[in-house]
Nanobody, 124 residues
Framework: QLQLVESGGGWVRPGGSLTLSCKAS????????IGWFRRAPDEEYVEVAA????????TYGRVVKGRFSISRDNAKNTINLRMRNLKPEDTAVYYC?????????????????WGQGTQVTVSS
């Protein structure tokens, strides 16, 4: 069974940091571009970051650029999202997603397989 599982979410104060992980099972992440998206209650998906299958290309959503960084560890079949200087408006469920193409994109409909999400809450 092909599956993505996110972890690392939780509560953090404004200005704090968290690292989310996305682990694949049933397939090798090294052949897929991976994206991170988030969604707050009653809102649409917001693009966060994406990385190409080679790891050589990254792209970031406007609201997180300069604060978040995406990386891949193909040996562990895992994608990490390092989040710094978190703000209350970053509060959302964060999802990773995979697409069977090499190019990193920030369009949710490009992605075929989604994880269940991990909650991130930023508050004082």
């Amino acid at each position: 069974q092909l599956q993505l599982v996110e972890s690392g979410g939780g509560w953090v104060r404004p200005g704090g940091s968290l690292t989310l992980s996305c682990k694949a099972s049933g397939f090798s992440l090294g052949e897929y571009a991976i994206g991170w998206f988030r969604r707050a209650p009653d809102e649409e998906y917001v693009e966060v970051a994406a990385i190409s299958s080679s790891g050589l290309s990254e792209t970031y959503g406007r609201v997180v650029k300069g604060r978040f960084s995406i990386s891949r560890d193909n040996a562990k079949n895992t994608i990490n999202l390092r989040m710094r200087n978190l703000k209350p408006e970053d509060t959302a469920v964060y999802y990773c997603a995979a697409k069977s193409e090499s190019t990193a994109t920030l369009t949710p409909t490009d992605y075929d397989l989604w994880g269940q999400g991990t909650q991130v809450t930023v508050s004082s």
